[in-house]
């Protein structure tokens, strides 16, 4: 009903079902699946909708080798590989070569539109290692020619605590960061912070750390976790009101789908989009129907590029469907939360 | 009881006397059905803006004690907030179910606490003079309180009062049913003399109310066992769980006696942490319990705006939560209601609102672990008791109310670090005066001494 026509996405779509499906370009992964599909991916999925077809391999994603996921076109380059955050359960992993980092030179634009300074050095206070968040934001530091601090942080390990009650244990670890941050900050020219709502909730409790970021950070991006439009409100007016404050919602699998300019009319302080070139989140009802402009649905992404094809994946997120920007092929998203029953796996929002 | 017409109510969190209107809204359901209030609610970073405004202003100065006793007059009489008193005793009926008449004690009681206030610190304090020079001075233990209450009565709202009284400034969750009591006790405050930079009131999450727990210097918590488990070995907090208040019957159970503990569990509809939930006795368990249970059962099932009311109704959903729960008891226990004649656990009134049927459950032994259960309506379970079974049974109760004439059991009891009150004969078990703790001396948790020696 509200489905709009993509005619440049679907045609991207016909492209790279010949990449994925083709017997000397395809991952071992998507191969192995063709014969299973029921249908023929090369002449029969031509639009948008027609990528409802695939099942929702996510869950596979949690124990196929990594190395089956690259296409056999791609084999000489190099590739690693990340995790999702192990929030449901074991990780599910993705691999990438350079996608990311295309992706992050659009990613930046949006950063820089809300307000985020296109210099300087930046603080990721959140995960690394295996979590893409950390590769993400230190592409966007170097692309301003900026330094990039950071300090550890294992969200799984967050959340393991927090799963065995063993809150007071969480918030020793989180002071531990805290420390670490402040430490750079006494001595350090930084001016981007990037970080998660609880970790901001507990920096504002912590006075001089306080003072430090709000007096020299200029930017504060938050991500990897749901925030609630008052403490958006309270981040970006009360403790915040000198510098921009900017949020990035995403994940390993769909990539980062930052906060969108501000527009007159708008209804939600903070509107999503995705990067349009390859990706589509679709804001679906209980029947995997879209939701109407306005309404809450529960997030469906669609990742068609040319190192990974993710299609049909319903993710742990809801969000409020927003109408596009004059221009736009992509809708926006507002007020994401976490989805309440998924598989009966208590979902645990930790740190990040 | 009718807000049909009415605007839709709304409550936002208050700051140093400032409305803050928060964006994250939650619905206070009525137990007519639907939504009676629009609640802002405070989210961590506004709980803290606000704790570190209250701090700035925490000077640890009490304020005219003439502050609290015209406060009491307005909370009972004034319109406040364009809400006037009839206005708040609908809207604590309609929102946690107490019967109007309870509301209306519950006032009365606030009241008459607020007003003993000097009285009560007296009684709770020795006396400070130790000779020319020697001097003992009761100052606050630290400069800010924070409060996090529930919302099966109005009268608790009363333990973040008396910090006020003794000079903390105060940040009150309220509970998630009763916003009204303690926004109409801060608005009667402030309008007799308050500096409104002594208290906020911050409707919010449990996780944000055991934050500002965890920040202020002093607290309260009030709740289930599993809410309050956290904040036992915490020496900053008072603790203020199930009350398992117990009665020992070992005298001939008469109709005064019967009649006695009927009224200790339903009064208020069997609310109050101070209700009986269980009964022990020297006497023929099966015909106590059949005894105590056809009491209960002429309780009448009526609205909470009826003057005859006396039980608790919930709404839709909490019935059904309570229905099943209490089913499995039921089913577990012998059933001495249900021999009475009544089945069913919740009955639905016209008004669209679910009323809890007393229940009266027995057990062959006084170690069964049934003993003890606590629920928000009148629930007793009775027991055997025997010499043999000594104070064991008794322990873990807010009030124990002894009929015996045994003094040894008596003294043992006083003795009993986990019985907190005890009463003996047909005395109800909230029956108090200033200097009678209800759990502890409260006033030297607010309070500690320190010398002041001046000589020369």
């Known amino acids: 009903m509200t489905q709009m026509t993509d005619p440049g996405f679907d045609s991207h779509i016909r492209k790279l079902m010949g990449w994925h499906f083709g017997a000397d370009t395809g991952s071992p992964f998507w191969l192995g699946k063709l014969s299973g599909l029921g249908f023929d991916p090369l002449t029969e999925v031509q639009t948008l909708s ?33 995790d999702s955050g192990g929030t449901t359960g074991s990780p599910k992993r993705v691999v990438d070569s350079a996608y990311r980092s295309l992706m992050t030179v659009w990613g930046r634009e949006r950063l820089l539109a809300n307000g985020v300074p296109p210099h300087g050095n930046w603080l990721h206070l959140g995960p690394s290692g295996p979590h893409v968040i950390g590769f993400d934001t230190a592409r966007y530091a170097a692309l301003g020619g900026g330094i990039f601090y950071t300090v550890d942080l294992d969200p799984r390990w967050v959340k393991r605590l927090l799963s065995q009650g063993r809150a007071a244990d969480a918030d020793e670890y989180v002071q531990h960061l805290l420390d670490q941050a402040e430490t750079i900050l006494e001595s350090q020219d930084v001016t981007v912070l990037n970080t998660t709502p609880p970790l901001l909730e507990a920096i504002c409790a912590r006075p001089r750390l306080y003072e430090l970021v709000r007096t020299r950070i200029r930017a504060i991006i938050w991500a990897g976790t749901s925030i609630s439009g008052e403490s958006l409100r309270q981040l970006s007016e009360v403790f915040f009101p000198t510098a921009s404050v900017v949020g990035v919602y995403g994940n390993s699998l769909m990539g980062v ?86 598989d009966d796996v208590t979902i645990i929002e930790g740190v990040y | ?354 009323l809890l049927r007393p229940v009266v459950l027995s057990v062959d032994s006084a170690g069964h672990p049934a003993l003890g259960t606590e629920l928000p309506f009148p629930f007793v379970v009775v027991a055997p008791w025997s010499e043999a079974d000594g104070v064991a049974p008794l322990r873990d109760s807010l009030v124990l109310n002894l009929l015996t004439d045994r003094e040894e059991l008596v003294e043992a009891a006083l003795r009993e670090p986990s019985v907190r009150k005890v009463t003996r004969g047909r005395v109800l078990p909230w029956t108090a005066v200033p200097g009678i703790p209800h759990d502890d001396n409260y006033t030297q948790f607010l309070l500690e001494p320190k010398g002041l020696v001046a000589q020369g």
């Not at chain 2, 039921?330 to 021999?339: G, N, V």
């Open chain 2, 1 to 354: 009881m009718s807000t049909a017409t009415r605007a839709p109510l709304s409550l936002d969190p208050r700051v140093c006397g400032r409305s803050v209107p928060s964006s994250d809204r939650t619905a206070l359901p009525s137990v007519l059905g639907g939504d009676l209030a629009d609640i802002g609610t405070a989210p961590r970073l506004l709980a803290l803006a606000a704790l570190n405004e209250i701090r700035g202003h925490a000077d640890g100065r009490a304020p005219d004690p003439a502050v609290f006793t015209e406060a009491a007059r307005l909370f009972a009489v004034a319109t406040l907030d364009g809400e006037s008193p009839q206005d708040y005793v609908d809207r604590v009926c309609q929102a946690t179910g107490l019967t109007s008449s309870a509301v209306g004690q519950a006032v009365r009681d606030l009241v008459e606490e607020m007003e003993e206030l000097p009285a009560t610190t007296a009684a709770e304090l020795p006396a400070t003079g130790f000779g020319e020079g020697f001097d003992t001075r009761w100052v606050p233990r630290g400069k800010v309180f924070a409060a996090v209450m529930a919302s099966n009565h109005p009268v608790p709202n009363i333990s973040w009062v008396q910090a006020l009284f003794h000079g903390y400034n105060v940040l009150v969750k309220p509970g998630s049913r009763d916003p009204f009591t303690p926004a109409r006790l801060l608005a009667a405050l402030v309008a007799a003399g308050l500096p409104p930079t002594k208290a906020a009131f911050l409707p919010c999450s449990r996780e944000v109310g055991e934050f500002l727990l965890r920040e202020a210097d002093r607290g309260i918590i009030y709740g289930g066992e599993k809410a309050v488990a956290t904040w036992h070995q915490r020496e900053s907090v008072a603790v203020r769980g199930p009350g398992r208040t117990k009665a020992l019957l070992d005298v001939p159970a008469d109709d005064a006696v019967m009649d006695h503990l009927a009224l200790s569990a339903s009064f208020d509809g069997g609310t109050r942490c101070t209700n009986l939930s269980a009964v022990l006795t020297t006497g023929p368990v099966g015909e106590v319990a059949d005894r105590l249970a056809e009491r209960l059962g002429r309780l009448p099932s009526l609205p909470a705006s009826d003057e005859g009311a006396t039980l608790l109704v919930v709404n839709r959903a909490r019935a059904a939560q309570l229905r099943e729960q209490v089913a499995v008891l039921r089913a577990a226990l012998t059933d001495h209601s249900a021999r009475a004649g009544e089945e069913e656990t919740v009955v639905e009134l016209e008004d669209g609102s679910f």
């Open chain 1, 50 to 82: 027609d990528l409802t077809r695939f099942p929702d391999v996510s869950s596979e994603l949690r124990s196929v080798p990594a190395q089956d996921l690259i296409p056999a076109g791609l084999a000489d380059r190099p590739f690693r590989v990340y």
């Open chain 1, 257 to 342: 789908a930052p906060q969108r300019a501000a527009r007159p009319g708008d209804t939600h302080p903070c509107v999503f989009e995705p990067f349009p070139d390859t990706t589509r989140l679709q804001l679906v009802d209980d029947d995997g129907e879209p939701v109407a402009y306005g309404e809450r649905g529960r997030v469906r992404l669609h990742l068609v590029a040319e190192e990974m094809f993710l299609p049909n994946i319903l993710e742990r997120d809801t969000a409020v469907r927003v109408e596009p920007v004059p221009g736009s092929p992509v809708d926006g998203l507002a007020d994401v939360q976490t989805y309440r029953s998924l």
